[in-house]
């Protein structure tokens, strides 16, 4: 059904289809009110989507966000989503030399072998006991914090009192997180591993004081009350068209190619003006739910706009026929990309990259994590890519702010893509690009994309994944009830800009139509 087809008048308009607008949209068409969403793309998703990026070649690729920990299993529960996720047997390998010798710490496939790989790397048994203290602490937290995404705001006291956990709040809440883990950990490499979860998409030092770090540390660790990150069956694609078809068979219009370009409001109605290839539109709503940035935000109302935000990080897809070998022989090539392999992050690598970054300059020695999706879902790729032993490789890189890309996007882009791929290289009994497959035209299958790649492909303010800083998951001075409220009274943020946002939850739409349907009795 196009837009042009349906009523003008809605109960609620939705400015962007992304996986939070369609869970916003879902609920609120299944509570029985009627619901546009206005996406300006040809196709639903934001930058949950699974696309064919190389040529002629049958790899759907999640091509953005890429793993789930943070979607509630309440959201698939209420809008009885098809859609699966698998867990990961192996959490992380990561390689590394010492004494002249390849070896790593691979972490997971059960105690025994995790304890043995402690005791192998680090030469004891203090390291592994630390690491069950700490990663025991998280699971606590973890418990107790985010059932709380999809209630109404806590305050700071009332979340403190639910961890009721002094010496978990401090570690987490009020120092920088890089005194937690230098007060438990000795060793280079494990502090390394343990840091990496606080610095994904976030340019931060350890000890920042802003405690940056330690935001996205903790939405690192809380998913699903585990802070196990999950491989989405069929590419994270197959979540947003599940979220997209619950939408529709509620009677939500989903309508493409529909670009937002004004939004006025008194406060009780509003009125939404929108582009398309035939002109502009208008339709009128009794609320607007904004999955957009906080930036786009205020472009549409006219509001001056919140401070800038600033992206960090680079996204290369690869498809291999083979993996590749590893220099460290005692580990299985399919065990050791199967879960996170992190490559130069050590401690003290990832606070030199950060150094080096901050002055300006590429990381000399890149920090990034990689995971095969193919190994645990090979659903993503046709049969015939199955049958040859084809994977996919997914690689995020650490410490590269939106400014180093400012001058020459392309060419900085060449030169970090080349700097990161020789730090794999250094680990790998074969280079990466012996092992890459080739599309329809004979070039080599890998991609990558910078933040100013993904802000002028999505709309990403900065190249930002969360679209601004991470906030704490509790009230602060105008954060409303459920953190998607602004200065309009009917105009609600529900993309990752909310409190709360950021990552592939759905939290801010879900939170977002609690809003509405509390605001109209529903």
Known sequence: ??????????????????????????????????????????????????????????????????????????????????????????????????????????????????????????????????????YGMTGRVAERVFPTLTEPLPTREELRRRVDDE???????????????????????????????????????????????????????????????????GGMGALTDALAAAARDAG???ATGHEAVRIATDGRTAEVTYRTAEGESVAAARHVLVNASPQALAELTGDAP????????????????????LRDTSVDPREAFSGTFHIAEGYRQLATAHAEAAAGRLPSAPPSEIYCHSLTDPSILGPELVARGYQTLTLFGLHTPARLFDGDNSAVREELLKA?????????????????????????????????????????PGGNIFHRELSWPYAQEHTGRWGVETRHPNVLLCGAGAVRGGGVSGVPGHNAAKAVLEAVGG
């Open 167 to 233: 010496e978990a709040w401090r570690a987490l809440f009020e120092e920088p997180i890089g005194v937690a883990v230098e007060d438990r950990f000795a060793d280079d490499l494990v502090r390394g591993v343990v840091l990496t979860d606080a610095l994904i998409g976030t340019f931060a030092d350890a000890h920042d004081p802003s405690l940056a770090q330690n935001r996205c540390f903790l939405y690192h660790v809380i998913g699903g009350g585990t802070g196990a990150w999950d491989v989405p069956v």
């Open 252 to 254: 939500a219009v989903l």
């Open 420 to 460: 990161t791929v020789a730090q794999l290289d250094a680990h790998l009994a074969e280079p990466i690009a012996d092992c890459l497959a080739t599309d329809a035209e004979g070039r080599p299958c890998i991609e990558a994309k910078t933040p100013l790649d993904l802000e002028r492909d999505l709309r990403l």
């Open 1 to 134: 059904m196009s837009a042009s087809e349906a009523p003008r008048r809605y109960d609620a308009v939705i400015v962007g289809g992304g996986h939070n607008g369609l869970v916003a949209a879902a609920y609120l068409a299944r509570a029985g009110r009627s619901v546009l969403v206005l996406e300006r793309l040809d196709r639903t998703g934001g930058a949950a989507v699974s696309t064919r990026p190389f040529s002629g070649v049958d790899a759907r690729l999640s091509r953005y966000s890429y793993l789930v920990s943070l979607l509630p299993k309440k959201i698939v529960r209420d809008l009885g989503l098809d859609f699966r996720v698998r867990t990961r047997t192996i959490s992380s390998y990561t390689p590394v030399e010492r004494d002249g010798r390849a070896t790593g710490l691979l972490v997971g496939g059960g105690e025994r072998r995790t304890r043995e790989a402690f005791a192998r790397l680090t030469g004891g048994e203090r390291e592994y006991q630390a690491w069950q203290r700490f």
């Open 306 to 325: 919140p401070a800038p935000a600033e992206g960090a990080q680079l996204k290369v897809n690869m498809l291999l026929k083979r993996l590749p070998r």
